[in-house]
């Protein structure tokens, strides 16, 4: 446990289903950019799950950003022990399989030492819902809207669970940031689909960003390297390797025989032998993803399941590697095909779009350096969440004798002035 350090500044018990260190993967680096920004203004306590002993033990970077850090073991036992009861309930599988009795014990004790409850997904939501001070929810993306999205591309009984699932979360999400005062998303795609044109309105978009300086830009293309970063354990992201390795690179290789296609990044080794025999260069996970994608000329984001904003494209046009998308992985991005980067849908169109690419810079280049300024215009964490910190500031000051209700109507008043100013 790290050591509560007090301070004059409100106070935020932030609680998450994973330890985010090493801050590396989506969710990990989305809520702990989050927690770096408020730790500026707030502070902030950690009280996080770990998965494995190795979790428990690691050394905690002395980086300013929590005061506090307590950790609960949450084991295999108790993971499978949670799932299996959430099966005959109307609770998704994914919440049922973060339910751990004493993380909630610890919570409730803690609570009280705070200002305001941050819970990092859905997963951690129901910890919260019945406390009476101020509640937000980092929500991310609407995990339905992923789930009801595969179970199109399964087929019989995984369909049917994945359609299950689906509807369940989607029935939960609605109901969790009902009774939060305030639910944050990363996209007005994500928003959309959740909530319908004038219904509950206490929600903020914050969109992910990339640490420029920790993402150098380094346009030195080798013309024949294709790269795919992320998590390669995901169901979307597997997915999207397949139908790039199986029907896309082929027709690349059949114009430009030296043409290699890398994945980077966290894999099972059951997934990884399976892309080795098939001739992919597979790194694993890496200490430094940008000396992985070193001289990459093209990054591909070929997702056709999924939901939220990529950063694996954030990334690419930081690096200044030159990308191509579905639809699909463009949604909630701004960035505009032809000039940040490419879209494609058939594997055709893919291959053309590749080739141009990889051989001829008069296209790749300048699509590299807009691509770079995009994002350091567009995509910085502090530009992303800087409304964030305002309205939890608006909450706690609001909350007081004030119910639920006052103070979502409080925070829906800041967020419209702040985007009439915008």
Known sequence: MVEHRPTSKDRILVLTPRFPYPPVGGDRLRIYQICKQLSATFDLSLLSMCESQEEMDAAIPDDGVFARIERIFHGTLRRVTGCLRAIPSQIPIQVGYYQNPIFEKRLRQMAPEHDCLLAHLIRTASYITDFEMPKVLEMTDAISMSYLRTAQHERFIRAALHRLEGRRLLNFERAVA?????????????????????????????????????????FAPDGKTIIFIGKNSTRPNMDAILFFQEEVFPLVRARLPEARFKVIGQIGSEFRRKLEVRGVIVTGS?????????????????????????????????????????????????????????????????????????????????????????????????????????????????????????????????????????
């Open 286 to 422: 890496v200490v430094s993803v940008a000396d992985a994608a070193a001289g990459a000329s093209v990054g591909v984001c070929p997702l056709r399941i999924g939901a939220g904003i990529q950063n694996k494209i954030l990334e690419y046009m930081a690096f200044g590697v030159p990308t191509v998308t579905s639809p699909l992985g463009l949604e909630g991005l701004a960035a505009v095909p032809g000039v940040h980067l490419m879209t494609a849908v058939q594997p055709s169109d893919w291959a053309d779009k590749i080739v141009k690419l990889l051989t001829d810079r008069g296209i790749s280049s300048p699509m590299a350096i807009a691509a770079r300024r995009f994002v350091q215009e567009h995509h910085s964490w502090p530009a992303q969440l800087a409304g964030l910190g305002d309205s939890i500031h608006c909450l706690i000051r609001g909350s007081g004798s004030k119910g639920t209700g006052e103070r979502r109507t409080e925070v829906n008043r800041f967020a419209e002035h702040k985007f009439e100013r915008s």
């Open 178 to 218: 009902d009774q939060c005062d305030l639910n944050v998303l990363v996209s007005e795609v994500d928003r959309a689909f959740l909530f319908p044109p004038g219904k509950n309105r206490n929600v903020m978009v914050c969109s992910n960003g990339v640490d420029s300086s920790a993402l150098p830009f380094q």
